[in-house]
């Protein structure tokens, strides 16, 4: 698992910067792409195991990514791609991508997850409906997290 801390921050979009010991400027990038808006929409493709992207960032899951896909990853990196892995893309005037193991992506989007809530619990910002989505989907993320990872209980 990589090590990572979140702090709050004005000048990102959705206000808490995640950085990675040590760095990764195409994860980090990840997450300042997403919107604050969307969070219950991840949450939800997440708990039914469907990728989701942004105009410059996005992801794919192993299960999702296609014969040309994984050809061509495996062309990148040297290795064909598990099936617990999935591969992250930003677009930051040129595409960039990584691989990452699924359980570490998802419990990290599930921690920021929670700090973009705590952030905007008590904005007015957001809906009551985006807070009660939030609360709704980070449990059932959560649990599907357990329920796969037993040895990883959030």
């Known amino acids: 698992m990589r090590k990572y801390y979140m702090r709050k921050d004005t000048t990102c979009q959705n206000g808490i910067q995640i950085i990675f010991e040590p760095l990764n400027p195409i994860l980090s990038s990840f997450f300042r792409y997403l919107k604050v808006s969307k969070f219950p929409f991840y949450l939800s493709k997440l708990v039914n195991s469907s990728s989701f992207g942004e105009e410059n960032a996005w992801f794919n899951y192993y299960e999702e990514m296609d014969w040309e896909d994984k050809l ?3 062309n990148k990196i040297g290795r064909d791609i598990n099936s617990n892995e999935l591969e992250i893309h930003i677009y930051d005037g040129q595409k960039e991508s990584l691989v990452l193991i699924k359980t570490d ?3 990290i989007f599930y921690n920021y997850s929670r700090k973009i809530l705590e952030n905007y ?3 007015n910002l957001v809906s009551e409906i985006w807070k009660n989505e939030m609360k709704i989907y980070l449990d059932k993320f959560k649990s599907n997290i357990d329920n796969c990872n037993p040895e990883t209980k959030l």
């Open 72 to 74: 061509n990853l495996c």
């Open 121 to 123: 619990q008590y904005d």
């Open 105 to 107: 992506f998802e419990i």
